[in-house]
């Protein structure tokens, strides 16, 4: 069986972090295994608390799974400090990490800090230039180029500064770009490509993006290339978001096992 690891945050009502990733590893088929960076007591409505797992707990679950099952593609999400990049960082290129996807999380939709601000610079120096894929949304795009994003063509010049930045692939995620369609662009440093569907009106999207990246890192453990991997992706979480659940009182989850139930 081909395996894939997350290195994220826990979110405790399962919609987002190391479960939806999870989730979505087993939903295609891809064996799961996670290092945990964070514990958030969180849930549809909020973060209500945030506690960081030491830089030296998160090389500690890295070195375990790599001594010993080495993962066919690498999701990489929340990882809220300076110090955790470094780690992380440092192990991918100890390890020589296949298919990393980075999603380069910061906010949650409820507004809470994931990634502390001042950590920002150490995710462009060291992180994005470890990855094989990022996947910022329109927000961390901005943060990332130090621009304002409003049209397909912003989002464009945003994926060559990204792209800059030591990274071979960029997809900017266009969840939150206000038009009708939702557009994801990749750049390959020479070349775009177009992800587009209707946007599907739900108030259910709690951890779309982590839902997202997780099936991208599925699709490349399990042989794909970059261009079919994201497009297969992009059917799971539209298909995820069209059966969304309405579970709590706020932004409910996606339904990571759609075709099963
Ligand atoms: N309402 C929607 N209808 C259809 N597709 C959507 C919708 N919202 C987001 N998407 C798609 O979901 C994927 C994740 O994009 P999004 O921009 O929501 O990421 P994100 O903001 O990082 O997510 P998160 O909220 O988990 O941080 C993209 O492929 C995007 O186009
Ligand atoms: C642990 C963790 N990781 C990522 C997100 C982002 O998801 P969203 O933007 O949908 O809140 C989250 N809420 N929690």
């Known amino acids: 069986m081909k395996t894939g690891l997350t290195i994220a945050g826990s979110d405790s009502s399962g ?3 190391i479960q939806a990733d999870l989730k979505t590893f087993s939903a295609l088929g891809v ?27 998160v ?7 790599f001594q010993d099952i080495p993962a066919d593609a690498v999701k990489i999400g929340m990882v809220s400090s300076a110090n955790i990049i470094q780690v992380i960082a440092d192990k991918v290129k100890q390890y020589n990490m296949k298919h990393v996807v980075l999603d380069t999380v ?15 610079e150490a995710l462009k120096k060291y992180l994005i230039p470890s990855a094989y894929i990022v996947t910022p949304n329109i927000f961390e795009a901005e943060v990332l180029t130090e621009m304002k994003i409003r049209t397909i063509e912003d989002m464009q010049s945003a994926a060559r500064k990204i792209y800059e930045m030591g990274v071979p692939y960029v997809v900017v995620k266009g969840g939150h770009l206000e038009q009708q369609d939702c557009v994801d662009i990749l ?14 009106d739900t108030k259910n999207t709690h951890g779309t993006g982590c839902t997202f990246s997780a099936a991208i890192a599925s699709h490349l453990a399990l042989g794909k290339s970059v261009e079919d991997s994201i497009d297969a992706a992009k059917q799971y979480i539209t298909k995820a978001i069209e059966k969304s659940l309405s579970l709590g009182n706020g932004v409910g989850p996606t339904h990571h096992f759609h075709e099963f139930y």
């Open 187 to 200: 750049y390959d440093g020479s070349d775009f490509r177009y992800y587009s569907t209707n946007r599907i």
């Open 15 to 17: 919609g987002a972090g």
């Open 59 to 65: 090389g500690q679950q890295i070195d375990a799974i």
């Open 31 to 57: 064996y799961g295994m996670s290092v945990i960076t964070a514990i958030t007591a969180q849930n549809t409505v909020g973060v209500q608390a945030v506690e960081e797992v030491s830089g030296n707990m």
């Open 106 to 120: 910061m906010i949650s939709k409820s507004g809470c800090h994931l990634l502390k601000p001042e950590a920002i």
